[in-house]
């Protein structure tokens, strides 16, 4: 009867920690969702100006700016999505 009871509660302690960790996870999901839904001009300014002043747009070639795209996106820690947007952004500011 104790060992039933023992394993009661290390089910029990196991179902808590996986509910845990599921809030955590779509938590997580929806703080990403905020995140892809941002405009290339609103991921520019919170990612491009917070560490330097970003030179003006027609500075590159469009070219160019999928270069620094790529070189900037390790720097900053952005994913593909994010970093295709800030370069677009600067391409479009280009024309």
Not at 31 to 45: D, N, V
Request: contains cysteine.
């Amino acid at each position: 009867m104790k060992k039933l009871l023992n394993i009661k509660k290390a089910i029990t302690v196991i179902m808590i920690c996986f509910g845990i960790t599921a809030i955590i996870f779509t938590n997580g999901c929806a703080e990403s969702k905020k995140i892809a839904a941002k405009s290339g001009a609103q991921l520019w300014a919170e990612n491009c100006q917070r560490c330097h002043n970003t030179p003006s747009p027609s500075s590159f070639s469009d070219e160019q700016w999928k270069t620094v795209g790529m070189h900037m996106q390790t720097r900053a820690q952005l994913t593909q999505n994010e970093r295709n947007k800030v370069v677009e952004f600067m391409q479009s500011m280009n024309k």
